[in-house]
């Protein structure tokens, strides 16, 4: 019975998670991910429609019937499993032809695929860089970014959040072989972009390489949906792109660093992750296939969520509610106390309104709120209601037309 140590030190830390109110818990989707989802919370609760505020299903296209097609064509074409890493018997043409279509994509020489953006982070550093190298990062990059980081030897600094006097001093005062600047394209807690005409300017100037996780961006942002780097108009000057198929590409699995060609050689022959974990099974690669093709064809997804991003923020606005701003679909109501955050969810959950509380510490401490996420397969009646429910739990706990410091002296943060 050696468990029994463990097991009262585990049960401490569970309930330490608790006390402090951070438990997560997990609410059960019982229909295809969509604007409109049935839903149940408790687990032995009837099940009811709710209007989806937080996936990352910005273009739709999780439950999309040409891309749901796509991935039944992969799995009677080319069977379920391929039982292998890339370099053994795991490649097949198609792998190579969505990298290929990746690549076109993106507007970068070439792209190695990976099981998630994760690994394609836990991948890059430590195959590319070394002690004699230097990483600069953005203090709010993704957590898969900070674990890669970590994997390598390289020298870190780290800069203010978009502060880009910060990131040229640093720039300034670093003696590195190689030096790489690493920023999300678009944050996802605050919903906000990169300054990557700047970053992309500094990097010139102090011979960095940039490398971007437009993991929130890929498929949406910019006037075709390239990313952030087509946003700022900026494609040539980013030496590499890590994003997800996780999020707007149809939002099953996989992602991939899509770079200059050297970079995606080396990724195949030392990116850990690409040689010790199995390839993505053919299915999602022929429905990532089909989604490039769909964007590619037409912007009409992301010009809707572009139209229905800023109706919202600007009804939000009008109604009263503290958001951050920005452009990007992510749209964050402040709230700052966190178990304000907590109940308000749980009122709009009750109202049919599903919409997550953040707290510390996925957010800074005192910055608690509500994130909202819009999706192209939401329409404008989906946010009338959503904004009627929400005025309504304004009123109740008075939030509306309230600054931040009245909220924060009502409520605490
Ligand atoms: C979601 C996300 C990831 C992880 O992507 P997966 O493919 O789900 O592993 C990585 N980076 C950023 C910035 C993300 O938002």
């Not at 507007?107 to 195959?127: W, Y």
């Not at 971007?212 to 087509?230: L, N, Q, W, Y």
Request: aromatic fraction near 8%; hydrophobic fraction near 40%; proline fraction near 3%.
């Amino acid at each position: 019975m050696v468990y029994q140590t463990p097991q009262v030190f585990f049960k401490g830390i569970l309930n330490k998670i608790k006390d402090d109110g951070l438990y997560k818990e997990e609410r059960y989707i019982c229909s295809p991910q969509d604007g409109k989802i049935k839903a149940r919370f408790p687990y032995d609760s009837p099940e009811k429609e709710i209007v989806n505020l937080c996936s990352n299903n910005y273009l739709g296209l999780s439950s999309h019937p040409e891309v749901v097609q796509a991935a039944h064509d992969g799995l009677d074409q080319r069977g379920y499993g391929m039982s292998s890493v890339r370099f053994i018997c795991g490649t097949q043409d198609i792998h190579r032809e969505l990298e290929a279509k990746i690549s076109a994509f993106l507007g970068t020489e070439d792209t190695i695929l990976f099981a998630s953006c994760f690994d394609a982070n836990a991948a890059v550093f430590e195959a590319l860089l070394n002690k004699d190298d230097a990483i600069i990062s953005d203090k709010l990059i993704h957590a898969s970014l900070i674990d890669g980081v970590r994997l390598c030897k390289a020298q870190r600094f780290i800069y203010p959040h978009s502060d880009m006097e910060k990131l040229e001093s640093v720039l300034k005062s670093i003696n590195a072989v190689n030096k790489v600047i690493v920023t999300d394209g678009v944050f996802s807690m605050d919903g906000d972009m990169a300054k990557l005409d700047e970053i992309c300017a500094l990097a010139e100037k102090y011979e960095a390489m940039v490398l971007v996780d437009d993991s929130h961006a890929t498929g949406f942002i910019g006037k075709t949906g390239r990313g952030v780097h087509e946003h700022f108009n900026v494609m040539d000057k980013v030496d590499i792109i890590t994003t997800t198929f996780g999020k707007a590409l149809g939002g099953a699995t996989g992602g991939c660093v899509s770079a200059k060609k050297e970079i995606v050689e080396l990724l195949r022959q030392k990116g850990r992750p690409y040689l010790f974990s199995n390839a993505l099974m053919p299915a999602v690669v022929t429905a990532t296939l089909k989604v490039v093709d769909l964007l590619s064809a037409s912007t009409d997804r992301r010009d809707k969520l572009e139209q229905l991003t800023s109706y919202w923020r600007e009804a939000l606005t009008s109604a009263g509610f503290d958001i951050k701003a920005g452009t990007s679909p992510i749209v964050p109501i402040m709230l700052y106390n966190a178990t304000l955050s907590q109940n308000i969810s749980k009122d709009l959950w009750a109202e049919g309104i599903y919409a997550v509380g953040f707290f510390y510490p996925v957010v800074p401490k005192g910055e608690a709120r509500i994130r909202t996420q819009l999706s192209a397969s939401l329409d404008k009646s989906d946010l009338e209601k959503a904004l009627d429910v929400l005025i309504k739990v304004g009123k109740k706990y008075e939030i509306l037309g309230k600054t931040k410091e009245e909220v924060i002296e009502r409520y605490g943060a």
